[in-house]
């Protein structure tokens, strides 16, 4: 391995061979890995429609992706998601070049090629760069940051205030990375004195006023106008996210100031573990020879992984259920620089304290790539990952012409916002965003571009905002599964919709469901992918729930539910239903088998429950439901002649709901002619429960008029 040292001057060296063949490996992997069309990622389509439009995304607005992936949008290069899809991909592999350039001039080009192979590898960094989103190109800013650094000089401390600025307009957690760059700047900050501060001060805020692109952008009325913020006021809000309360996400709010903060640091822990494996042996090493021979570059490297990683985690608060995973992940790539940089010195270390072990430490550092590499392989292999506009293409083919079409959930909503902005699908269809629909700026810009359109406020919870806006917008009004309507919102199965006004009764077959849902792979890549098959299982689960309510299961409706099972495992209801359906033909044995798989799904997401550390009502209220499953499932039993397992089941059904009447019911009959005692209790428990519980009160009545 090379001694450690500068990799050159700028001038072409023998190391940078090793930038060419990281080239080499990671250009043409993640070009052929990239998804072909717009892929189901968080805010995925809300970024691609913004910038097609070159309009203001959600809070702090991002003003550098949406400029600069407009501008790269203009290269005729296949369809537009795969356009932005490629810009994403070319600022991971840039970043990892950069951070490749920063470790060779620290150590050796060789080391430096293990580490940022590592990084290439990162699922979490193949996974931002291949959406169109702002994350990569916010790694491409902090390596680039931390290389500029790195250098020494007056011009050194203005390019990196700059960046930092520039940065900052792509996204503001870059500001996690201040603490690493005043340590490595210390000494020609001291040199500059008082002036050299105020320069850079200035060079940062030149950089950072890209952020005026947003007033005077939306002062023009763009098509994506969030948050309106041509007003000062609201522009100030904008760019310091108020709305969000100086949170990473409102799901936060929920949770006491750093409940969440040892879960958080184990599942960063557990990403360390997947993406970088044995050569985390290395980072130690690598912290021991930076302690010995660099101690300020440690101490710099160290803030970064401390600010971005620990203290980050802390102040997040978030939940680790996998929605909330899936929003901390890409945070994650900026400790990870930290993490590559001490993997690379350990690398370099040993091999310079034991040069007969070269050979042994390089195969060592290449089995980590691989392993890490194979770790991230499925989830990273997007080529065939169509299911975001599946999706929203089937939600547009369900709503007949000129309807209004309601959703909620980010992926869902913002795949139609693509189809129609930027694909200019369904022109006549009035898409409405429920989270928005009460904003002020939401409600503007839908006045200026559907001037037909009357907006309620379908985030309220009452049904007359939805029963109004019906009425004041002809054509019959549809939402998607992930909306919360309402209970007495009259929902009808309508493919992937929900028909919600007028109410009517919904044609028969569904070919418009079916035709680009076979598309949909169940090998999900990641939590957003899985959350689409869910809205396809939601809508299977729903048309065979409506049919059990009107004309009874049939057969074809049996093959819904548990099509909803394989796309869902975590829908207790679909054998909820096929346990109905076997029950109502007297099969026992498979009705039996049914509830208990209702029962069993249940249990695990309570089990789940307290493992995301979900909220005390979502926990109650699966355990209410859990509670029907299992007096199902004891019915069954209970007719199979099993007695004893009957009356199990009905006594864990009141484990889970003590308020279930019905269970008590159960056990009362279950106990007749056995235990008079026991059926008169548990038909006054019945009665008490339930006053209205006509048998029971008969029951009683007739046991109470026996009594001497």
């Given at each position: ?82 356009r ?8 991971g592999?840039?970043?990892?070049l ?7 001039s620290?150590?050796?080009p ?55 600025g520039l ?24 040199e ?5 501060l ?11 006023s ?15 106008d ?5 007003d ?11 709305s ?11 949770y ?54 620990p203290?980050?985690?802390f ?14 992940e ?20 040993l091999a310079?304290?034991?040069?007969r ?21 499925h ?6 990952l ?13 709503a ?27 022109p ?56 919360e ?55 299977f ?6 049919r ?26 679909a ?10 033909r ?5 009705a ?23 909220l ?24 199979l ?7 199990d ?35 006054a ?24």
């Open positions: 391995m090379d001694e450690p040292g500068r990799a050159g001057d700028g001038k072409f060296s023998p190391g940078s061979v090793f930038a060419a063949l990281l080239a080499f490996i990671l250009a043409p992997l993640y070009i052929y890995c990239l998804p072909p069309v717009l892929p189901p990622y968080r805010d995925a389509g809300e970024m691609a429609s913004v910038a097609w439009t070159l309009g203001v995304a959600h809070q702090p607005g991002y003003p550098l992706y949406i400029i600069s992936a407009k501008l790269f949008s203009l290269l005729p290069l296949g369809n537009p998601a795969w932005l899809n490629l810009y994403s991909a070319l600022a592999i840039a970043g990892v950069v951070f490749w350039r920063l470790a060779a620290a150590f050796s060789l080391a430096a090629f293990f580490a940022a192979l590592l990084l290439g590898f990162n699922f979490t960094l193949r996974t931002v760069s291949s959406v169109p989103e702002m994350y990569s190109l916010n790694f491409f800013f902090a390596a680039l940051l931390l290389f500029t650094a790195s250098r020494k000089g007056a011009r050194a401390v203005m390019l990196t205030a700059f960046l930092l940065g900052m307009a792509n996204r503001m957690d870059l500001l996690l990375s201040a603490p690493a760059l005043l340590v490595l700047l210390w000494p020609s900050l001291k500059g004195g008082w002036t050299g105020l320069k850079s001060a200035g060079f940062f805020f030149l950089g950072f890209l952020y005026l692109y947003l007033p005077f952008r939306s002062s023009g009325w763009p098509h994506f969030w948050s309106h913020p041509a000062p006021g609201t522009f100030l809000a904008v760019i310091t996210r108020k969000y309360g100086s949170t990473l996400d409102l799901i936060s709010l929920n006491a100031p750093g409940e969440l903060f040892l879960p958080g640091l184990k599942y960063y822990a557990l990403h360390l573990r997947e993406n970088f494996g044995p050569a985390l042996a290395f980072a130690a090493a690598g912290l021991w020879a930076e302690w010995k021979a660099a101690p300020r570059r440690l101490l710099a490297l160290a803030a970064l992984f401390i600010f971005s990683g203290v980050f985690i102040l997040a608060n978030m939940p680790p259920n996998p929605h909330a995973l899936a929003i901390v890409p945070y994650y790539l900026l400790p990870d620089l930290a993490a590559a940089f001490w993997a690379a010195a350990g690398l370099c270390h310079g304290r034991f040069p072990a070269l050979p042994g430490l390089a195969l060592s550092a290449a089995a980590a790539c691989a392993l890490v590499f194979f770790n991230g392989a989830g990273s292999y997007r080529r065939w169509f299911a975001a506009e599946d999706f929203a293409s089937d939600a547009m083919r369900a007949p012409p000129g309807s209004s079409l309601v959703a909620k959930k980010d992926v869902q909503l913002f795949s139609l916002w693509y189809l129609q902005a930027v694909r200019g699908l369904r006549d269809l009035r898409l409405v965003a429920q989270g928005l629909s009460a904003s002020p700026w939401y409600r503007a810009t839908k006045a200026r571009y559907s001037p037909g359109l009357s907006l309620f406020n379908l985030h309220s919870g009452e049904e007359a905002e939805w029963r109004n806006f019906a009425a004041a917008n002809p054509g019959g009004l549809y939402s998607t599964m992930d909306a309507l309402p209970r007495t919102v009259p929902a009808l199965p309508h493919g992937t919709l929900n028909l919600l006004y007028p109410p009517a009764r919904a044609p028969e077959g569904r070919p418009w469901l079916l035709y680009s849902f076979p598309r949909l792979d169940r090998d999900y890549r990641d939590f957003f992918d899985k959350d689409i098959g869910t809205s396809y299982a939601q809508a689960l729903a048309g065979a729930a409506r059990s309510a009107g004309p009874g299961l049939d057969a074809e409706a049996v093959r819904d539910l548990r099509l909803a099972s394989l796309l869902d495992a975590n829908l207790p209801d054998p909820l239903y096929e346990g109905f359906y076997h029950s109502s007297g099969d026992w044995a498979a039996r088998d049914s509830f208990r798989a209702s029962a069993d799904t249940y249990e695990r997401l309570l089990r789940l429950s307290v493992e995301y550390y979900s005390a009502s979502l926990r109650d209220g699966l355990s209410s439901s859990s509670a029907y499953a299992w007096l199902n499932y004891g019915v069954a039993l209970e007719k002649g099993n007695r004893d397992g009957a009356a089941a009905y006594d864990f059904s009141l484990k889970r709901n003590p308020g279930l009447a019905d269970a008590h019911y159960n056990l009362a009959i279950l106990h007749w002619n056995r235990d008079w005692n026991k059926v008169r209790a548990e038909l428990e019945t009665v008490r429960l339930n006053p209205g519980h006509v048998q029971a009160a008969k029951y009683l009545a007739q046991l109470e008029s026996r009594k001497p």
